[in-house]
C-alpha cells in the first residue's frame, strides 16, 4: 500500500515570496491533516479535512495560509507571503476517516522550509 | 502551558536497557496516541490507547493510562539502537472539545547507544 506522498521535500524561499506545498494521501481516506512542526516542538495542527470539505482550521494563519483539497483527495497548502517564522516542516497525514479522532494517522515525509 | 507534556525531554541509554517516557495533560481526552519520528522523516503512529483502558502492550511497547492523575507512560523493553528517534504523546480530545482534535507533546529524544 502506497503511503502518503508530499512534494517537494525540501523548500528554501526568502521572505514575503510564496510557496505551495501538495499532498496526496492514501487511496480510500477521507481525512486529511496539514501539521506544522517548528524544531524541537511537536507538529501543530493547521487544518482538517474531511473530504472536500473543512473540520477545523481554527489554527490556519488565513491572513497568509490557505489550503484546498478539491475533489476530496489530494491537497494543496500555501504560504503568501511568508514570514522567517513559518521556516518549519509541514506534514500532511491522513486517516480512513470513519472516526478521526480515534483511529491511525499516517504521515507523508514531510516539506522542510527555510524562509531567508 | 501545553495539552501535553512530555518528560523526560532527552534520554540516553545503552541497548538492551529499557526507556520510559511519561506525558501529562490537562484535560479531559477521548484517547492518547505515541508516535515515533526518526530524525527528518515523518511520524509512525506506535499505539493508541483509549481513556477507559488503563494498559495495552505492542510487541517490546507498554503503555498505561492513568486518567486521575491525567498521565501514561511509554515503556520500551530491550532497546535497539535503532529505537533511536523522537517519541511523542497526543492527546484526542473528546469531539465537544475543539472537535476533538489531537495534540502534540514537546516529545522525548531517545538515543540508544550501541
Known amino acids: 500500500e502506497a503511503g502518503v506522498a508530499q512534494s517537494p521535500r525540501y523548500k528554501i524561499i526568502e521572505k514575503r515570496q510564496s510557496v505551495a506545498f501538495w499532498c496526496n494521501p492514501i487511496s480510500g481516506h477521507a481525512t486529511l491533516y496539514w501539521y506544522q512542526q517548528i524544531l524541537g516542538q511537536g507538529p501543530k495542527l493547521l487544518i482538517q479535512f474531511q473530504n472536500n470539505g473543512v473540520v477545523d482550521d481554527s489554527q490556519l494563519p488565513k491572513d497568509r495560509f490557505s489550503a484546498e483539497r478539491l475533489k476530496g483527495v489530494d491537497s494543496t497548502l500555501k504560504i503568501q507571503p511568508a514570514k522567517l517564522e513559518d521556516s518549519a516542516v509541514y506534514l500532511c497525514?491522513?486517516?480512513?476517516?470513519?472516526?478521526?479522532?480515534?483511529?491511525?494517522?499516517?504521515f507523508g515525509p514531510g516539506t522542510r522550509l527555510l524562509v531567508l | 502551558s501545553q495539552q501535553g507534556e512530555e518528560d523526560p525531554q532527552a534520554l540516553s541509554i545503552q541497548e538492551g536497557e529499557n526507556a520510559t517516557m511519561n506525558c501529562s495533560y490537562k484535560t479531559s481526552i477521548n484517547n492518547l496516541q505515541w508516535y515515533r519520528q526518526n530524525s527528518g522523516r515523518g511520524l509512525v503512529h506506535l499505539i493508541l490507547i483509549r481513556s477507559n483502558e488503563r494498559e495495552k502492550h505492542s510487541g517490546r511497547l507498554r503503555v498505561t493510562l492513568d486518567t486521575s492523575k491525567k498521565s501514561s507512560s511509554l515503556l520500551i523493553t530491550a532497546s535497539r539502537a535503532a529505537d533511536t528517534a523522537s517519541y511523542f504523546c497526543a492527546t484526542a480530545l473528546p469531539l465537544y472539545n475543539q472537535g476533538g482534535k489531537l495534540i502534540f507533546g514537546q516529545g522525548t529524544e531517545l538515543s540508544v547507544k550501541p
Open positions: 497525514a491522513s486517516s480512513l476517516g470513519r472516526r478521526p479522532t480515534q483511529e491511525t494517522q499516517y
